[in-house]
Structures are given as C-alpha cells and as structure tokens.
Nanobody
Framework: EVQLVESGGGLVQAGGSLRLSCAAS????????IGWFRQAPGKGREGVSC???????YYADSVKGRFTISSDNAKNTVYLQMNSLKPEDTAVYYC????????????????????WGQGTQVTVSS
C-alpha cells in the first residue's frame, strides 16, 4: 500500500508560482496513476492534473498552460508546478494514487483513486 505526503503549499500573490510535491512511500509510482486534486471551501473535489506510468497526462481546462505535472522516479515524487496563479486557484490540494491504469476520461474523477494524501493549502491573494 502506498502512502502519500504533499508539501509545497503556501500563500502567494496572484501571478506567482508554487511547486507542490507528492512523496510516496510503501510502494513506487511505477504502476500507479497519480492525480492532483483540489477542493475549495464549499465546492467539490476537482481533478487538476493527472499522469499515468506511460506519461499520459490530463489537465483541467482551467489550468492548461499554467500547471505542469512531472515525476522523479528516483525520488518517488510527483510534482505540480503552478505558474501564473490566480485567486481562483485557492484550495486545498491533494495528491492521489490508483494502481494500474485508468482511462483519460476517468483520471480527473476522485472516485477512481484509492490512496490520498492529507492535502496542502494553497492561497493566492489578489
């Protein structure tokens, strides 16, 4: 079973950047789909960006061109580079993992992920 720990959240001004990290223990990412989700107060959990072991990626329309998902297999860590941040990006960001493969259509759906981190707060001020 994989355990996930997110880090890198914080307070940033609009237009700024943050890099979130998701470190895995208990298993390697080799056979997992990794997803970044976010949840703002009063809203549902939204799939932001996902990547499978073949490198297939998904980005929500709201973050395309601004966010980039990447992985460092040697460190067993997945990153979410967030540039040109907007106040509407404010949320708790979660890392999630699901063993094996899921379709691109399923990638942004939280239901399909069995393993979750504790979340990290990202606040973007205007």
């Amino acid at each position: 079973e994989v355990q996930l720990v997110e880090s890198g959240g914080g307070l940033v001004q609009a237009g700024g950047s943050l890099r979130l990290s998701c470190a895995a223990s208990g298993s390697t990412f080799d056979d997992y789909v990794i997803g970044w989700f976010r949840q703002a107060p009063g809203k549902g959990r939204e799939g932001v960006s996902c990547m499978d072991s073949d490198g297939t990626t998904y980005y929500a329309d709201s973050v395309k061109g601004r966010f980039t998902i990447s992985s460092d297999n040697a460190k067993n860590t997945v990153y979410l580079q967030m540039n040109s941040l907007k106040p509407e990006d404010t949320a708790v960001y979660y890392c999630a993992a699901e063993r094996g493969k899921i379709t691109i259509a399923a990638m942004p759906i939280a239901y399909w992920y069995d393993y979750w981190g504790q979340g990290t707060q990202v606040t973007v001020s205007s």
